[in-house]
């Protein structure tokens, strides 16, 4: 048990923080968002640049909301793993030390 413990708390780390690297990447090189966003700018009345512009920006605030939760999921989940581990640890350490009669 505290093997698995562990293996899956370094997969969750790796999982999740390799998920926020990815998606950070994403929402740095979206270059639709920022083309939509200056046309907007160009045209602030024109429906067809509001509605290309509010679908990009769902898009790219999906790509940083998964950046935040998966390294969150990631350092948090397997935070809590390692601690789990660790406590089993100290459990069989326990467990095995003689007991003192009296």
Same mark, same amino acid.
């Given at each position: 048990?505290?093997?698995?413990?562990?293996?899956?708390?370094?997969?969750?780390?790796?999982?999740?923080?390799?998920?926020?690297?990815?998606?950070?990447?994403?929402?740095?090189?979206?270059?639709?968002?920022?083309?939509? %966003?200056? &046309?907007?700018?160009?045209?602030?009345?024109? +429906? #067809?640049?509001?509605? =290309?512009?509010?679908?990009?920006?769902? $898009?790219?605030?999906?790509?940083?909301?998964?950046?935040?939760?998966?390294?969150?999921?990631?350092?948090? %989940?397997? &935070?809590?793993?390692?601690?789990?581990?660790? +406590? #089993?640890?100290?459990? =069989?350490?326990?467990?095995?030390?003689? $007991?003192?009669?009296?």
């Amino acid at each position: 048990m505290r093997l698995y413990l562990r293996v899956l708390g370094v997969l969750l780390l790796i999982g999740g923080l390799g998920t926020c690297v990815v998606a950070a990447r994403f929402a740095l090189g979206d270059t639709a968002f920022f083309q939509a %966003g200056e &046309a907007l700018e160009r045209h602030p009345d024109h +429906v #067809l640049f509001q509605g =290309e512009y509010y679908a990009a920006l769902l $898009r790219h605030v999906a790509y940083i909301l998964t950046a935040i939760v998966g390294g969150l999921l990631g350092t948090v %989940g397997s &935070a809590v793993l390692f601690g789990l581990h660790a +406590v #089993l640890v100290r459990l =069989e350490r326990r467990d095995d030390a003689p $007991r003192a009669r009296p």
